[in-house]
Structures are given as C-alpha cells and as structure tokens.
C-alpha cells in the first residue's frame, strides 16, 4: 500500500513580476520578457514596496523585513535618480504614473 505523493502548489511569490501592476508593467517594457530596463526594475520594486509597507503594518515588530524595505526603497532611489540623468522626460513620465512623490 504505496500512497501517491500530491503535488505541491508553488507559491505565487515565486514569480518575478508581479500581476496586479501588469498593465503598467507591460507599458514600460520594451519586449515580452523585459525585466532588467530601468522603468520596469523600478515598476517592480515599487509593487514589492507596497506589499511589504502593508506587511510592516500589521506586523510592526518584523524588524528584518523593515530592514529588506529600506534596501528596496535605497535601491528604486538610485535607480530614479539614474533614469533622472539618462533621460528626464520618462522619470517624470514613470513618477506621474506611479504616483510617487519628488
């Protein structure tokens, strides 16, 4: 009497892109399967950020995901600021759309 083995459901955090901000993200993309240009990097970390801001607050004492935050944020920073000197029209483009401030 062998019992079969069920398979395992793979979390939808696995994915590299996330799927709510798919239609933002499939504007900023240049071909199918970009995920390394600048606008669709910062589209990413802009929807983890907000996932992770809405965790933060219902678990305030989760100080090592506080910490992996504050590195997201540094990082769409730069990245923001690179897109900023390469080429302004679309950081104001990509800061209108994602509603961020500065």
Not at 21 to 46: A, N
Not at 50 to 74: C, I, N, P
Request: proline share 2%; hydrophobic share 30%.
């Amino acid at each position: 009497m062998i019992e079969e083995k069920k398979p395992v459901k793979k979390s939808k955090t696995t994915t590299k892109t996330p799927a709510k901000s798919g239609d933002l993200l499939s504007k900023y993309q240049t071909h199918e399967s970009d995920t390394g240009s600048t606008e669709v990097q910062v589209v990413v970390l802009t929807k983890k950020i907000a996932e992770l801001t809405k965790h933060l607050k219902d678990h305030k004492h989760d100080f090592d995901s506080r910490v992996g935050l504050l590195k997201m944020v540094g990082k769409r920073r730069r990245l923001l600021n690179y897109l900023k000197q390469s080429d302004e029209q679309k950081y104001t483009g990509l800061i209108a759309d994602l509603k961020l401030r500065k």
